[in-house]
C-alpha cells in the first residue's frame, strides 16, 4: 500500500492489517446493509505491473493464456500467468491505457510475477515496470454506482455496462466489473480528492466486501497459497474468457489444450457455503465420500458470509459433487453446500 494513501485513510478511521482494510470505524457498511447502500472500498491488496515498449503485445501475447489482441483501450480481459506444466501462478485482469498495458493481481504475487516475466524478455523491446506508486485503485459498489459514477466523472457511461469495458478520463480510468460494481484507477494525488468527492453518496466498506463479492461472481483470484495447483480450466478461466485456444503458443499452452480438446477435466471449481464459525482458507483440502481419507478438492478462495459462516470458491473432483458430499478438512467434517455459480460449467 502507498505510504500517503495509506496515511490518508488512516485519517478516515481505517483499521489496515497486512495492507487491507479491514473495517473503517464508524461509519462503515457491513455486507449485509450494503445491497441497499453504495459503498467505497479501497482495493491496494491489488497490486499493477506495467508493461510498456514497442514489443509489449506481442511479448505478452507470448506469455499469457488469453488473447492479447482483445485487449484495447475500451476493453479488459481476464487471464492467467502458467508454468510450463500448465499450471496457475497467477490470474488477473489486464487492460490498455494508451500505450501500456497494466495487468491487476493480488500484490502478494507482484513482484515474483515481474521477476519470473522479465527473465524472458531478453532482447525484446519491452519494460515491466511496478504500478503501484503510480495509480490508486478504489472500488465502487451499488445499485446507482453506474450513475453515480457518470455525474462524478463527467462521461458517459451505460447502465449495463459490458463486463470489462473500461473508459479512461484524463487522470484516471474505470473498470466496470458489472453494472453495481467499478473500479476506480486514479494517480495517487487525485486519490484522497477523489474518495472524498465520492464518500458524500457512497459509505466505506472493508476490503473483504470486494472480495466476496468477486467470490460471488465466480471469479477466482489465486494467491500464495495456491499457485501450481491448478491448471486454467480447473479454476473455470475458460468460462470467463481468460483462455484463448485460437492464439499461439504460450507457457503450459500445450498441457492447457491437450485437457481442453481431449476432454480429460476432471476437477472444476464451484462456489459453495460452509456452516462453520472456524476460519475457512484458501488452500484448505476437501474430502468427499468416494475418495474417503484422500483429498478431493482445494478451497481457493474464502470470505465470511454475512449469513454467517463462509462462502468459498472451491476446486472439486466433479465425481465428488456428484455424490453429494464434499467435506471440509476431514471425510467427516463439515459439509459444503453447492451453490449456482452465475455461470454454465459446461
Not at 111 to 125: D, Y
Not at 155 to 161: C, E, L, M, R
Amino acid at each position: 500500500m502507498q505510504e500517503n494513501w495509506r496515511a490518508f485513510l488512516l485519517t478516515q478511521y481505517a483499521v489496515i492489517e497486512n495492507d487491507k482494510v479491514i473495517r473503517f470505524d464508524g461509519e462503515q457498511v457491513e455486507p449485509a446493509q450494503a445491497e441497499d447502500i453504495m459503498a467505497l472500498v479501497d482495493l491496494s491488496h491489488y497490486g499493477l505491473l506495467v508493461f510498456s515498449g514497442e514489443d509489449a503485445q506481442t511479448f505478452l501475447q507470448n506469455q499469457l493464456s488469453c488473447d492479447v489482441k482483445l485487449v484495447n483501450e475500451r476493453q479488459a480481459q481476464y487471464g492467467s500467468y502458467c508454468t510450463p506444466k500448465g499450471r496457475v501462478l497467477a490470474n488477473f485482469i489486464l487492460w490498455q491505457r494508451g500505450d501500456e498495458w497494466l495487468m491487476q493481481l493480488p500484490a502478494s504475487l507482484c513482484a515474483t510475477i515481474q521477476k519470473r516475466l522479465s527473465m524472458f524478455v531478453l532482447r525484446s523491446k519491452v519494460r515491466i515496470s511496478d504500478g503501484n506508486n503510480q495509480w490508486i485503485r478504489i472500488g465502487v459498489v451499488g445499485k446507482t454506482a453506474c450513475e453515480r459514477m457518470a455525474a462524478f466523472m463527467q462521461i458517459a457511461i451505460d447502465a449495463n455496462p459490458s463486463q470489462l469495458g473500461v473508459i479512461h478520463a484524463p487522470q484516471a480510468t474505470l473498470v466496470c466489473h458489472a453494472a453495481d460494481r467499478i473500479e476506480l484507477i486514479v494517480v495517487p494525488e487525485k486519490a484522497p480528492e477523489f474518495w472524498m468527492l465520492l464518500r458524500q453518496h457512497a459509505r466505506p466498506c472493508s476490503t473483504g466486501y470486494w472480495d466476496w463479492l468477486t467470490l460471488q461472481a465466480g471469479i477466482p483470484v489465486i494467491t500464495p497459497e495456491t499457485q501450481e495447483e491448478f491448471i486454467p480450466q480447473m479454476i473455470n478461466l475458460d468460462l470467463i474468457g481468460g483462455v484463448s485456444f485460437k492464439k499461439g503458443c504460450y507457457p503450459g499452452q500445450e498441457i492447457v489444450a491437450r485437457t481442453q480438446y481431449l476432454g480429460k477435466l476432471k476437477r472444476r471449481m464451484y462456489r459453495a457455503h460452509i456452516a462453520t464459525d472456524n476460519h475457512v482458507s484458501a488452500g484448505d483440502d476437501l474430502y468427499g465420500a468416494d475418495f474417503e481419507d484422500q483429498s478431493c478438492g482445494k478451497i481457493v478462495n474464502a470470505e465470511p458470509s454475512p449469513r454467517g459462516g463462509y462462502d468459498v470458491l472451491a476446486v472439486i473432483q466433479q465425481s465428488s459433487v456428484a455424490a453429494g458430499k464434499v467435506c471440509w478438512k476431514a471425510s467427516q467434517g463439515m459439509v459444503l453446500t453447492i451453490e449456482t455459480l452465475p455461470y454454465a460449467l459446461d
